[in-house]
């Protein structure tokens, strides 16, 4: 089986949940002995020299495309882009002024601002334009290509799915890891909805990552139910770290938020509940790991609900201090407004901390041995931060049963599951 | 022979509200769900059954008789929300054929924490029957079946019962059958009437599923079944959860006429009878003794405590509630002792089960919480709050010399 699949990033660039599943689910596929070629957008095609395999040398005009060592059947193609994972109009923009800025301390103020894009690519100073431009690459890229089908995540590579599939005559399978709904609340905007609209119309497929999900595109997108399945997001061990305690003394528990800090995540959510806690317990402090559009907001929250010497922001961890973030925590909360799947609790378990999650999650459907409560209920998500703080033989049976749970939640049944539908869409009517 | 002794457990706890720690108030149970439990079940279960069960008594003129233990908080429970109730189980003590037993009041796990405790809930209980049903129980029942060979010592060392009942589980009897009466081991006067597990379960569980070879089973052909321990048994023992008729199988099953035919399929064959466990125990010796180590149930697969203390949330609670006992009961304040007792319901630490969690099954129908940690954090909050106002005894209350 072959694939040609619209991606994200792969380690150790990751920001976040999306690069995450991309790149388990991918990694899975290479295991099953799938071959595939891994579009992503990329700024500086020269960053990853240190860090891979190249398989053809770097060329200003063909192929400049690569492998990993560990995944012997992918090949990466990055098209040069400043499209990124949960990049909005705005944000996009100001990146672009950013990379002028930048450009322009390198070489003076006398260049035009044409020449001061780089490589041969023009990019977009509107993330629309730029979300079609790379549709055309990608499309020019899959040419002369071998390929059985066209996987597309996220909706910012749906109309380069949409190109691909139409040039190749070959199906697509569009991946929905998030709706307008989710990021936005009801204020959707309507570019990007219709956008998402027209992938999810255009695709011979749509899989998405929870039954939550499934039920808003059915319902909020009019599309009908026999067109969507779902496949769980997994994880994977990341190897084994010693049974020894990393040396960190603690009296104080710690609680953990670890994510993007942004609406959708919930971070005020956290913030009141620790609040109340605070008020009965002493010895915690709360840990909010991650950045994001809310996080200044979140730190003058923290000061004015009395707490802000309880509650510590890391800023964005990647790597190893993830897993010493999560080696620290007694405890992990996501009390998210409207989560999609939620790989994160998946990682706690996996690294024997209990998670308390919200049930407005995809991830809650697959999850037993966790905490849930509805991410406005402050009160009971502050009972149950108490409740296993205070209470050993709870935690130490979250931990052991959801630990065990994890187990069963992996990359290669996602991937698996992905080919079953491969299949089904390949077979002869 | 073979004499049918029917035994049916009535029970229902009385259900805590959602409690968090932050809440201060000393109301930890919740009216609402419980009285709209009760009634419920009164409808789809007691009343019919106990309707038809008397109904059948009348009609076979004596030949059919049962047996019945209710619980204290049941009791309790009928007298504010369905006293109907009380009047046909009234009805049914006024036959002559219904018996009694008794077993721990709140339906409690007091025996593995504090004999005392049990002694006095066991006490309690009697009292309550007699009080309701004019009859002294002398057969005895410990919650969910739990027995071992201490618990028969002290049954009879109390000295007012005559037998005690308890599951034929297999690993106690090896080769023998459920079907004779015997004697605990280290015991001289007390019998021991084992349940039939295997022709109980075929009413309380097997009776609505299509998979089972056989199913439909019919009055006649249980009757059948039972007409073969003619020769090789004296007795055969279903005892099983009253709620069997109406909840656990409900009506379209066709449970309620399935034991409307029972008791003239049974009679037809002029070699059985029905039997209360008294007049079991009256009936024939005992024919070998049994010991039992280690602690029995008639709970799960496993016919052990795990179903109640497999886990460490579970030990843990159990634990800290009987703890606290010196502590209650010195505060000599009757709200705060019945409390405790409501919580010492062994449906409490059944609910915080991680066994079959994965599988939704009986564990699960019956259970108020999303999740067994759900109800940990309920019941310990509860016994937080409990616990505090012992110490506001303590220090604000007189002190009373025990009585």
Known sequence: MKVFMLGWEFPPFISGGLGTACYGLTRAMDQLGMEVTFVLPKMVAGQYATHVKLLTPQSKASDPSFALADLKNVKFCP????????????????????????????????????????????????????????AEVAAELAFNRQFDIVHAHDWMTYPAGIAVAAASGRPLVIHVHSTEFDRSGEHVNQTIYDIEREGMERADKIITVSHYTRNIVISRYGISGDKVEVVYNGVDRCGSWPLDESGIKKDEKIVLFLGRI???????????????VLGIMDNVKFV?????????????????????????????????????????ADLYVMPSVSEPFGIAPLEALDNDVPVIISKQSGVSEVLMHALKVDFWDINEIANKIVAVLKFPPLQMTLRSHGNFEVRRLRWRDAAAKCARIYEEMLAPV | ????????????????????????????????????????????????????????????????????????????????????????????????????????YYHSLSFLYSHEEFIDQVHKHMETVKYYFGQAPRVFRNTELIYNNDLAALIESMD???????????????????????????????????????????IAFRFSNRDWAQWPLTAEKFANWVGNVNGCGNVVNLFMDYETFGEHQWEDTGIFNFVRHLPEEILKHPDNNFKTPSEVAESYDSVDSVDVPHIISWADTERDLSAWLGNAMQSNAIHELYRLEKKIKKTNNEKIIADWRKLQASDHFYYMCTKYFADGDVHKYFNPYDSPYDSYINFMNVLGNLHSRCSDQAIGGEVCSTP
Request: charged share 25%.
């Open chain 1, 288 to 328: 909010m790991a991650g950045s994001g559009d809310m996080m200044h907001r979140s730190i003058e929250m923290a000061a004015e609900l009395g707490i802000g010497h309880k509650v510590l922001f890391t800023g964005f961890l990647r790597g190893e201090d993830v897993q010493k973030i999560y080696k620290m």
């Open chain 1, 262 to 276: 942004t609406m959708q995540k919930g971070p005020e959510y956290f913030l009141q509940a620790a609040k109340k």
């Open chain 2, 160 to 202: 007012c019962f005559d037998a005690i009942l308890t599951e034929g589980a297999d690993h106690i009897l090896g080769y023998r059958s459920p079907n004779f009466v015997y004697q605990p081991k280290g015991c001289n006067k007390l019998k021991l009437l084992l349940k039939n597990y295997a022709l109980s379960d075929d």
């Open chain 1, 79 to 134: 098209i040069g882009s400043l499209l990124q994972p949960y990049s909005t109009p705005e944000t996009y923009h100001r990146q672009i002024e950013e990379t002028l800025r930048q450009k322009q301390l390198l070489h003076g103020g006398k260049i035009s601002s044409a020449s001061l894009l780089m490589d041969s690519s023009d990019y977009s100073t509107d993330m629309y334009v730029e979300v079609y431009r790379y």
């Open chain 2, 1 to 104: 022979m073979p004499s049918i002794c029917f035994y049916f457990q009535v029970h229902q706890p009385v259900r805590l509200r959602h409690y968090t720690v932050f809440d201060e108030n000393e109301h930890y149970f919740d009216d609402h769900k419980n009285s709209t439990i009760c009634r419920k079940v009164a409808n789809k279960c007691y009343l019919p059954a106990n309707r038809l069960i008397l109904d059948l008594i009348r009609r076979f003129d004596g030949k059919f008789k049962v047996s019945y233990s209710i619980t204290g908080t049941l009791l309790e429970q009928f007298q504010h929300y369905s006293p109907e109730v009380m009047s046909t189980f009234d009805a049914l003590a006024q036959t002559g054929c219904v018996e009694f037993l008794a077993e721990t």
